[in-house]
């Protein structure tokens, strides 16, 4: 099954990191584009949010832009994505 979330990121990013930690421990698959390998993903990635900050992530066409958990929470929920719920 393809993945419904991606996250746009970088290695360098501790945000990004975090984002990753937290949805690995919920046990929710993501694909993960790194902006800085992939200029296509950091193309993407700029056109979804309409800005240059990282992270992005794309729950099912939500775009939260930075690790804010409340939404990311909520965008997960809205999609039926957590393993669990």
């Known amino acids: 099954m ?8 970088a290695v360098w990013c501790g ?3 975090a984002a990753k930690q937290y949805l690995d421990k919920l046990g929710v698959k993501y694909q993960d584009r790194d902006v800085e390998q992939d200029p296509k993903a950091a193309e993407e990635a700029v056109s979804k949010s309409g800005q240059r900050g990282i992270p992005v992530l794309d729950i099912e066409g939500d ?3 930075g690790f804010d958990r409340p939404k990311i929470d909520a965008s997960l929920k809205a999609h039926k994505l957590l393993p669990h719920s």
């Open 2 to 9: 393809d993945s419904k979330i991606t996250i746009y990121s």
């Open 15 to 17: 945000f990004c990191h």
């Open 63 to 65: 775009i939260i832009v």
